[in-house]
């Protein structure tokens, strides 16, 4: 049972990356799928969630407009789209699924199903 996420990279101000993250061992189909950033030093925030049960999105306000988060059943795999990227969403991203929760606010990985791996985001000015 694991999610592994990809698609971080280097990208310059104004500019977009898509996030995904893949489920394996585990159908993501009654999960939520949710995305956590961490820079260093800082604790780890949560970004965004997208519950399965209503089909409703969930974002902190520094990214509401920019980011969409949505999940894909039939690849098992959910998406951060990052449109407008600032310097200050530089991070690296993680992503998790829950049976329950979303939104997601508690930053401890044990309160979640599934944890994955981080991608780094780096947004130059």
């Known amino acids: 049972v694991q999610l592994q996420a990809s698609g971080g990279g280097v990208v310059q101000a104004g500019g977009s990356l898509r996030l995904s993250c893949a489920a394996s061992?585990?159908?993501?189909?009654?999960?939520?799928i949710g995305w956590f950033r961490q820079v260093p030093g800082k604790e780890r925030e949560g970004v965004s969630c997208?519950?399965?049960?209503?089909?409703?999105?969930y974002y902190i306000n520094s990214v509401k407009g920019r980011f969409t988060v949505s999940k894909d059943n039939a690849n098992n795999t959910g998406y951060l789209q990052m449109n407008d990227l600032r310097p200050d969403d530089t991070a690296v991203y993680y992503c998790?699924?829950?049976?329950?929760?979303?939104?997601?606010?508690?930053?401890?990985?044990?309160?979640?199903?599934?944890w994955g791996q981080g991608t780094q985001v780096t947004v130059s000015s």
């Open positions: 061992g585990f159908n993501l189909d009654s999960y939520n």
């Open positions: 997208f519950k399965s049960s209503t089909g409703h999105a």
């Open positions: 998790v699924a829950d049976r329950i929760r979303c939104p997601i606010t508690s930053p401890s990985t044990s309160r979640y199903d599934v």
